[in-house]
């Protein structure tokens, strides 16, 4: 299956939707069950929907007041190349939490993402008073 410009455009949104609101079976249904996706070069990857749901789970206990989009995006079949801006605010700190960053989706056969590569800045706010 080859991906368009409009369908990549209904899977960023529905990848938004699924993070902001932690939704872990809308989050993997995104993902090939086998899907691999790197945020940091130096660690090992996060492989399949366990693992995908897990860090979801986790972003979930560590964070509220979730806010992401996407800028715009570009498609270079079979590939989704879109920057983003994420920010929030930390649970046990009270700090907010700001990313800009850079996302590589690989589309799989199935129409779902098969790898996804991701780059970012972080700026940390601490919290006030």
Request: no cysteine; net charge negative; glycine share 6%.
């Amino acid at each position: 299956m080859t991906v368009d410009y409009a369908a990549a455009g209904r899977l960023l949104e529905a990848m938004a939707e699924a993070r902001v609101s932690f939704d872990g079976d809308a989050w993997t249904d995104l993902f090939t069950q086998d899907a691999v996706s790197q945020a940091d070069a130096a660690e090992p990857p996060v492989v399949g929907h366990n693992a995908l749901r897990a860090e979801l789970l986790a972003a979930a206990e560590a964070q509220e007041q979730v806010e992401f989009t996407w800028e715009r995006h570009w498609v270079v079949p079979p590939t989704i190349l879109a920057p983003w801006r994420m920010s929030f605010v930390d649970r046990h700190s009270r700090a907010r939490v700001s990313f800009d960053g850079f996302a590589a989706l690989e589309i799989g056969q199935d129409g779902r993402i098969a790898r996804s590569r991701w780059w970012y800045f972080r700026r940390e706010t601490p919290a006030t008073g």
